[in-house]
């Protein structure tokens, strides 16, 4: 496992195949809810923080997670800077989205469907990727917050999204996609705070553009 400061903010890990080897992991189903996988997780936090002083434990962290078919895995790890509107944003949003308010519509497992997920700094754009998407999108959606920036987990499939050629440039409009969502997806339900579960673009979309 070889670790790279890129800036005082971002580091590059590279794992080898014999680093998956070693931890029994397999690249093909690497998944962050795995044991192993989470063990290596932190292992090279801890690492990154010995090397290089890079220390995440009280940042909110964005990670990024490419296979490399010649390196094996290369995972760019950022900590993102935080702004104070978020808390009492988030504030707000508590207090509006009680549970007696949300109508949680619980659907069968995903067959035949993709996720994708979505990171916004600010809560006004998630307002508006939601906007956007309330005339093409009815398919299932998850609301996390974890340390100030706002994750939106989104089924995507045929009869899910009206027109999937505009679904994700309406998205990257206003938020970034996040790499690897299976691993990652897991990282968001363990550290991650859900704040509306199943169909949070249709209730902001309640709550904010009546």
Known sequence: MKIEKINENKIK??????????????LDTLNYNTPAAQELFWDMMEQAEIQFGFDASDSQICVEA????????????????????????????????????????KRNSRVSSSIVIYFFNNFEDLCSVCQKLRDIYSGESTLYRLK???YLVLTKNSWSVANLRSFEPILSEFGTKVSNVSFYEGYLNE????????????????YFHR
Do not use: W
Request: charged share 35%; hydrophobic share 35%; no cysteine.
């Open 13 to 26: 890990v590279t794992i080898s195949i014999d680093d998956l080897l070693e931890r029994n992991i397999d």
């Open 66 to 105: 490419i296979p490399d078919p010649e390196e094996g895995f290369v995972i760019i790890i950022t900590k993102l800077d935080e702004d104070g509107e978020f808390e009492s944003i988030h504030k707000y949003i508590k207090n509006r989205f009680r549970k007696s308010d949300l109508r949680v519509r």
């Open 148 to 150: 100030g920036v706002y």
């Open 191 to 206: 550290h991650g705070e859900k704040i509306i579960e199943y169909n949070a673009v249709e209730t902001i979309n309640d």
